[in-house]
C-alpha cells in the first residue's frame, strides 16, 4: 500500500514539477511559507503516521486549515489560523475498532506588524476547543497558551519557527490535565518557477507524560513543493516524509505530509 501512495505522488510532483505561470510564482511560495503573510489561504494537510500503537497499524489525520488575516490598523495586522483536524485512529486495544472522527480544534490569533523589519514577527493566544467527536481523538479539555512565529526571509531562503504551549483550564476533570508544548522550525529554499525545497518537521513535548521517556516527539526530514495553477485559482502542493528519531512508546515510527494549499492572493 505504502509504495502505491510513494507512486502516486511522485507522478503528481512530476506533473506539478512541469507546470510554470507568471514570473511572481516564487514570490508567493514565499508568501506561503510565511505563517503571517497577508494572504488568504485554505491548506489541506493530510499526516500519513505509520506504525502507530501495540498493533503498528497506520494513522491519518487530515488538518483542514483556514488562514484569515484582518487588517487591524496601518501598523498592525491580525492573522488567524484555525485548525480541524479529521483523525482515522487505528485501536489500540483489542476490544476497540478503527475510530474516524473530527478532534479538537486549534485556534490561533496573531499580531503582527504589517510593515515588518529584517526578522518577521507575530504574537498571540493559542486556544484548544474540546470539538472531538470520539473520547478516544480529543482530550475533553479546554486549553490555552501563548503562541508566537518568527521568520526571516534571505533572497532565496525564507526560514524561522512557530512555537506554543497549551495549559489546560477546564473540562472533564476527570481526565488528565494538559501541558503540551510544540515547536515547528522551518528552512525553505526557493527556486524562480515557484518550486522550492522545505523542511518543516513538528517537535512535540508532553510535559505531563508518564513515563518521561514518553514525552518527546522528534521528526527529521523534509521533502518539495510547487506553486501552480489550476484554472485561475494559484495552489501551493507540498511532499515531505518525517522519520521520528525520538517517539513515545505508542508513537508513529515515520510518517508522509501531502498537503494542496487553495491561495487567494490580493489583486
Avoid: C
Amino acid at each position: 500500500m505504502r509504495y502505491r501512495i510513494f507512486t502516486v505522488m511522485l507522478f503528481l510532483l512530476s506533473f506539478i514539477a512541469s507546470i510554470s505561470f507568471a514570473s511572481n510564482a516564487e514570490e508567493l511560495a514565499k508568501a506561503t511559507q510565511n505563517p503571517v503573510s497577508d494572504l488568504i489561504s485554505v491548506p489541506f494537510q493530510n499526516n500519513i503516521e505509520f506504525r502507530v500503537g501495540p498493533y503498528k497499524k497506520t494513522q491519518n489525520i487530515l488538518n483542514i486549515q483556514p488562514v484569515w488575516p484582518f487588517r487591524l490598523n496601518n501598523r498592525w495586522n491580525i492573522i488567524t489560523r484555525t485548525i480541524f483536524p479529521l483523525i482515522s485512529r487505528p485501536a489500540f486495544y483489542s476490544t476497540e475498532n478503527r475510530t474516524f472522527g473530527l478532534g479538537d480544534t486549534l485556534f490561533t490569533a496573531f499580531l503582527s506588524p504589517k510593515k515588518p523589519g529584517a526578522f518577521i514577527w507575530g504574537l498571540g493566544p493559542a486556544i484548544l476547543i474540546p470539538t472531538a467527536t470520539d473520547k478516544t481523538l480529543g482530550s475533553e479539555k479546554w486549553g490555552l497558551g501563548p503562541s508566537a512565529v518568527v521568520l526571516s526571509m534571505q533572497g532565496s531562503w525564507v526560514y524561522g519557527a512557530l512555537i506554543n504551549n497549551l495549559w489546560s483550564f477546564a473540562g472533564n476533570y476527570s481526565k488528565d490535565p494538559i501541558n503540551l508544548f510544540t515547536l515547528q522550525p522551518f528552512i525553505n529554499y526557493n527556486f524562480n518557477s515557484g518550486l522550492y525545497l522545505t523542511s518543516s518537521p513538528i517537535i512535540t513535548a508532553n510535559w505531563k507524560a508518564d513515563p518521561s521517556s514518553n514525552r518527546w516527539v522528534v521528526p527529521i526530514g523534509g521533502g518539495i513543493g510547487k506553486i501552480f495553477k489550476l484554472g485561475n485559482l494559484p495552489i501551493n502542493a507540498q511532499i515531505q516524509g518525517f522519520y521520528h528519531i525520538i517517539r513515545s512508546e505508542l508513537g508513529a515510527h515515520w510518517s508522509l505530509r501531502l498537503q494542496l494549499q487553495l491561495l487567494f492572493p490580493k489583486t
